[in-house]
């Protein structure tokens, strides 16, 4: 437990622009502990924020006001490997890598990559449905959650899901995926596991721009191409990555296309050159083909690295996420260059292709005046272009405090209506985690909020007292 | 479900739901919807008095190929769909009865013969239009592959039996049809079936049932040709049924009670040797098919499969669902708050909700 400034000022934020404040923070190291910590907020009826590394984009692990922090990083046992049922259980401090490095030993992986795999908890992949390059193929975190342990707001302990196919009654362990840990504390993981593939290939294309390579996505999706992962970096991703771990990208193309196929030999080489083909008549000036495991390990960690890597231009970041439908990607991405443009903003994409998933990343020096005003308005365009082209608001990276206000874009008030008596279902005094995820004005049972245009340097500015950004 | 005798009402949009379901939770009316009425002993007994069916919903709402999303109508026919996704090369890979509903089949979240290659039912059903039991049309979800917009509230509706809302619309991820579509059937039960588990890496499905295996292998032609190829190393004597429907025989369904099982998929052997001959499991899944002759034999088989922690609910003939409904309180209220006269199907839903 801690309660002193430093500790506090460390916790009061996530990896968003979104800064709260805690009264206290609990490291507990089991679930009877947690169950414990619980009971004693229940009691004093403080409100609770789950957390797992932090490394959240949407302010959800934010703590605003006289919250209790329950920090899950000290429970990190991965608790049973059971390669026969494919599945494993584990503890939700465990990082997304650890647990993909337990079980390859036994020939399979935990699907979901997130390019936060190194620093990330398991439980907040759980808890915000996080993606990866490779959902793709296998799909986001929901479909890798067998069961999982939750401890209520009143320190009730329940199991949802199963180990098999099927369990008795509504899903809620689906719906506890993604919920952004507003419906309790995940104690224990049962995550499905995937087998390996048997041989993987690597691609890297280069394209003149990155509409191009967008064309080239929607052509291999429209075509059946089923690649594994299909993930586009922009010029200016890809000089910063070369400067940062020298992954070997053309540093003179407008954007590349790192493009993952897997299966077995014959296929995989069917896909390759489908690749090709469909690439060339889009206009890819080059394409390699990874020759071992080596050069595929480099391929990826300028992926992996890209976000950081932008750095280099600037001490700050905002980073965006939205899904456009994939026919959609080359004019949405067009839209994102263009509004940064308006804006006098510089805008970095490097994205989930395949899925449709764009993350426009706004990198800028806050000591620069008004930058920020510009940066949220240039924001919500993107965000409402998205919504017109028949998207949504997040793919991956959840609603938070970020994007609450947001929701009325995609929902009317009785949608959010429903939303909100599932939420107090299973959180009747709203103590855990309150104030994410739903606007301020969704209520069960009372329907009154109108359908209503999002803003989102109002929606900041209306945030809870005690955050800033 | 016997439903001789009851009214049937039959809207051909979603404001006559709305509209049916406003009348029915004011009158008390208990309602049970229903699609193709292929599943309806699925569920604990339930009286009702009024039947809504979907049929008369099965409009195509959007289909645009590159997209690999389909939005249809609840009440669109498994047939009809994959008329409308094979000219394009692509399917929705549930495996249901032709006259089975979209509607229906995400309402009753079915096993999935085919699932350990193309995933659980649930994990392609990206939106939903639904109408509550007191009139209320939601819209849950959205048409993009990922979705962390909100709760995962089409997640919730899977699976739900009619007893919170009626599904009016889904939009289903799909896939493309495999080139090469091969069953091999061989002899050898258990063992051979497990020995495919560990030597065909991307087997689309494994089953078992009685002394027979089969392996459904979908892909590119080589890619079939290598496996099978390994499959016969196992099972020398397998035959092979090119473009053959997957599962080949169904033993199971000649009996007068059909039950679901699920169980941890170690666990399958325990549960098809209780079972007895006319079992059916999906390796590496564990789920799978029992028929069985009645009270008795369920009882027996439902006790084992529930000892295992698994579940084991009737799909056809009498015997309910069985189960012990978890956090039973979050369970009452998420019904009270979408169906809050209790009209749909009033006991139909686990633990008799
Ligand atoms: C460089 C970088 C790259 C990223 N790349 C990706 C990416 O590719 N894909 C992607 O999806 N995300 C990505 N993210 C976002 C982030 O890493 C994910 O959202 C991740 O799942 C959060 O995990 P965490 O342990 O840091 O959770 P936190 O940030 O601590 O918490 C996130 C949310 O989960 C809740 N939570 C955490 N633990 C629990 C628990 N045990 N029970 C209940 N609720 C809980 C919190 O309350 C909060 O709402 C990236 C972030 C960064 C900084």
């Known amino acids: 437990m801690a309660a002193d400034p430093l500790t506090l000022g460390l916790y009061a934020r996530d990896a968003s622009i979104i800064e709260g404040g805690c009264a206290l923070v609990v490291l507990p190291s089991s679930a009877d502990e947690v169950q414990a910590c619980v009971q004693v907020a229940a009691r004093e009826g403080l409100a609770i924020v789950p957390r797992g590394s932090g490394t959240g984009l949407a302010g959800g692990a934010v703590p605003l006001g006289d919250a209790l922090v329950i920090v899950t990083s000290r429970m990190t046992r991965v608790l049973d490997v059971r390669p026969e049922d494919r599945l494993a259980w584990v503890e939700p401090g465990v990082l997304n890598q650890d647990l993909a490095d337990a079980v390859r030993p036994h020939g399979f992986t935990f699907a979901p990559d997130p390019s936060s795999q190194q620093a990330s908890t398991v439980g907040g992949n759980v808890a915000t449905n996080a993606g990866g390059p490779h959902c793709l193929l296998h799909g986001v975190t929901s479909g890798h959650v067998l069961a999982l342990d939750l401890v209520l707001a009143d320190g009730a302990r329940v199991r949802l899901g199963s180990e098999g196919p099927l369990a008795p009654g509504y899903d809620l362990r689906g719906v506890v995926v993604g919920s952004e840990g507003t419906l309790g504390i995940v104690t224990a993981v049962c995550v499905r596991l995937t087998p390996l593939a048997p041989v993987v290939s690597t691609c890297l294309l280069a394209f003149p721009d990155p509409l191009a390579a967008a064309r080239c996505v929607a052509a291999c999706i429209a075509q059946g191409l089923v690649a594994a992962a299909m993930e586009c970096m922009d010029q200016a991703s890809v000089r910063a990555v070369e400067q940062y771990v020298h992954a070997g990208y053309p540093e003179d193309a407008g954007a590349v296309l790192l493009v993952e196929l897997e299966g077995l030999a014959a296929g995989v080489a069917h896909a390759v050159a489908e690749l090709g083909t469909i690439a060339g008549a889009h206009g890819a000036t080059s394409m390699r083909v990874a020759a071992d495991e080596e050069e595929r390990g480099q391929l990826w960690k300028g992926r992996k690295h890209a976000l950081g890597a932008v750095a280099l231009y600037a001490p700050h970041y905002y980073l965006h996420d939205c899904v456009v439908p994939r026919t959609r990607l080359p004019e949405l991405l067009a839209d994102v260059y263009r509004i940064a443009a308006e804006h006098r903003l510089l805008v970095v994409n490097m994205f989930h292709a395949g899925d449709g998933n764009l993350h426009p990343l706004f990198v800028f020096d806050r000591g620069e005046e008004g930058v920020l005003e510009r940066v949220l308005t240039a924001s919500q365009e993107i965000l409402e272009r998205c919504v017109a082209a028949g998207g949504v608001v997040s793919g991956e990276h959840g609603i938070g405090l970020e994007k609450r206000d947001f929701l009325p874009l995609l929902f009317s008030a009785a949608d959010l209506g429903a939303q909100a008596c599932v939420r107090q279902a299973f959180d009747p005094d709203g103590r855990m985690n309150p104030h994410k995820v739903l606007p301020a004005g969704a209520r069960c049972g009372d329907f009154a909020m109108a359908r209503g245009d999002g803003d989102l340097a109002a929606a900041v500015r209306s945030l809870p007292a005690g955050t800033w950004i | ?353």
Not at chain 2, 134 to 149: C, E, F, L, Y
Not at chain 2, 255 to 262: D, K, L, Q
Not at chain 2, 282 to 287: D, F, I, K, M, P
Not at chain 2, 303 to 322: H, N, T, W
Request: net charge neutral; aromatic share 4%.
């Open chain 2, 1 to 353: 479900m016997d439903l001789t005798g009851l009214p049937t009402v039959t809207p051909t949009d979603r404001e006559a739901v709305v509209r049916c379901l406003r009348e029915a939770s004011a009158a008390h009316t208990r309602v049970l919807v229903v699609g193709g009425a292929t599943q309806l002993d699925r569920g604990n007994p339930a009286a009702v008095d009024l039947v809504l069916s979907t049929r008369a919903l099965d409009r195509v709402v959007a289909y645009e190929p590159a997209e690999m999303i389909a939005v249809v109508e609840a009440g669109c026919t498994a047939a009809a769909l994959r008329d409308l996704l094979r000219p394009h090369g692509q399917e929705w890979p549930v495996d249901a009865d032709d006259d089975a509903t979209v509607g229906g089949l995400i309402a009753t979240g079915a096993a999935v013969p085919r699932q350990l290659g193309v995933g659980p039912l649930r994990d392609s059903v990206l939106e939903l239009e639904c109408v509550s039991g007191d009139g209320r049309a939601i819209h849950t979800g959205g048409r993009t592959v990922k979705n962390v917009s909100g709760y995962g509230l089409p997640r919730l509706l899977v699976g739900s039996l009619g007893t919170l809302a009626v599904i009016v619309q889904a939009a289903v991820k799909l896939r493309p049809l495999a080139g090469a579509r091969r069953t091999l059937v061989a002899a050898g039960g258990l063992p051979v079936a497990l020995g495919w588990l560990r030597s065909v890496p991307l087997a689309t499905a494994i089953l078992v049932h009685g002394d027979t295996a089969e392996l459904r292998l979908e892909g590119w032609a080589d890619d079939v040709a290598a496996q099978t190829a390994w499959a016969r190393a196992c099972a020398p004597d397998a035959h092979v049924g090119d473009d053959a429907p997957f599962p080949q025989a169904a033993p199971w369904s000649h009996h007068p009670v059909v039950a679901e099982m699920s169980v941890a998929p170690s666990r399958l052997g325990a549960v098809l040797a209780t079972a007895g001959c006319d079992a059916g499991g999906l390796v590496g899944v564990g789920a799978g098919w029992a028929g069985l002759e009645g009270a008795a034999a369920l009882d027996r088989l439902r006790r084992r499969v529930e000892s295992l922690g698994g579940a084991l609910p009737v799909v056809r003939g009498p015997g309910g669902l069985g189960g012990t409904l978890p956090a039973p309180a979050i369970h009452r209220r998420i019904k009270a708050a979408f169906d809050p006269a209790g009209i749909l199907a009033p006991g139909r839903f686990w633990g008799g909700l």
